[in-house]
């Protein structure tokens, strides 16, 4: 779900065909005036930011991106060693977009593979006895740090694929972000103190930018940070509970469920509840009456959903 996507009484045709550059601004100018159309941030956006904040925190990782920026740039600069090392490995090396922080996770995944860690320890080993020397080199801790970086930054990163696809992703927001927020604690990282703080960092940042709880962060004039506190986002829940791959098991009923982004915000009786009270509020704006002869039905969702669809229907034919 790219920028600000409407979730809410979206026409279902915005543009005609043939339609000018200017002609499609403007319409999209008047859809965003509506004062009935909610919009909601870019979270792939602010999954990207998230990455952003945790590598900004993290000199080890830093370092480690500088040291596979600088060993890409020298293999740009001499294709015949950067053939070789693509002859013995198999492939090449993956490229890093600077403003795609996601991006960091293919490269370090491309490196830790033991086929291509061989064939750039002898490339690397080889430039040392030319005139072309590469400075740069990894040793095995530093490849078991890229391994455990990649495996961190995974789920952000799928999750970032799943939001930005052509489909409606509004309802996956929810799970995903609490799915990848506990996937990102169940990474090893072993004794390395550097390692655990960068994972630390990350669900930091996770907590900051989407959870319930307030947390402490440094603002100034020339830091703010994009926040959307999903868990209180009507909109959001109510998209997630209408899946019906989901329906109320992104929603915990307690704090202690381990569910650290809810925190106990938004329980399955209270999305319910949410999603109850939408539907009566839509039916009373649209007018729509009663199909049921039992009058105690008349405000559950289930009646509410085939009243509305009864009202299209009538509305088609007419």
Partial sequence: MSGNFVMRQLPFAIFRSGQTYEEVITSLQTLSNKKNVTKVPCYAHMLQLVIKDAINSSETVKLLIKDVKSLKKFFHASPYWYDKFKALAGKGLVNQADTRWNTVNYVFNRLKEPKVQDALDKVLAETRKSKTACKISFSKGDYEKLKVISDLLAPLTDLTNELQSDQVTSSLVIPGLSFAHSSIMDVHVGDDEELREFRLQLCKSLEFRFGSVNCEEESSSNNQKIRDLVFSNTKLIISSILDPRLKTSPFKDTETSGDV??????????????????????GKKHQIVSLSQNSKDVDTPRVIIFQCFNNLKFRGNA
């Fill in 261 to 282: 982004l809810n925190a106990g915000t938004c329980s399955q009786s209270s999305a319910v509840q949410i999603l109850h009270q939408e539907f009566k509020e839509f």
